[in-house]
């Protein structure tokens, strides 16, 4: 069956850098244009990157561009998200899934960033 499962959430202080980490299962990963989500305290759910399906072609909500990169390995079914600079807006429940068949949602890695 379809999984997802993120990791790599941390405290951390403004200015500071995390990667996070998603490993999908039960798909064809190499077949599906994958995104990163940020659920924020209180907001919903919100499109902050996407990658191609060779992860070339990639996308970028105007709050992260320039900070934040996504990377995949079509060998390892895995999903990157490095993020630098970070800012204390950052925070909140991190989410990887499938651009398309989105039915099926991880439990998310929690990212804080505070001083």
């Known amino acids: 069956q379809v999984e997802f499962v993120e990791s790599g959430g941390d405290v951390v202080q403004p200015g500071g850098s995390l990667r996070l980490l998603c490993t999908a299962r039960?798909?064809?990963?190499?077949?599906?244009?994958m995104r990163w989500y940020l659920q924020a305290p209180g907001k919903e759910r919100e499109l902050i990157a996407s990658?191609?399906?060779?992860?070339?072609?990639?996308y970028y909500a105007d709050s992260v561009k320039g900070r934040f990169t996504i990377a995949r390995d079509n060998n390892k079914n895995e999903l990157y998200l490095q993020m630098n600079n970070l800012k204390p807006e950052d925070s909140g429940m991190y989410y990887c899934?499938?651009?398309?068949?989105?039915?099926?949602w991880g439990r998310g890695t929690q990212v804080n960033v505070s001083s």
């Open positions: 899934n499938r651009a398309r068949d989105a039915d099926v």
């Open positions: 039960g798909f064809i990963f190499r077949n599906y244009i």
């Open positions: 990658s191609g399906r060779g992860g070339v072609s990639t």
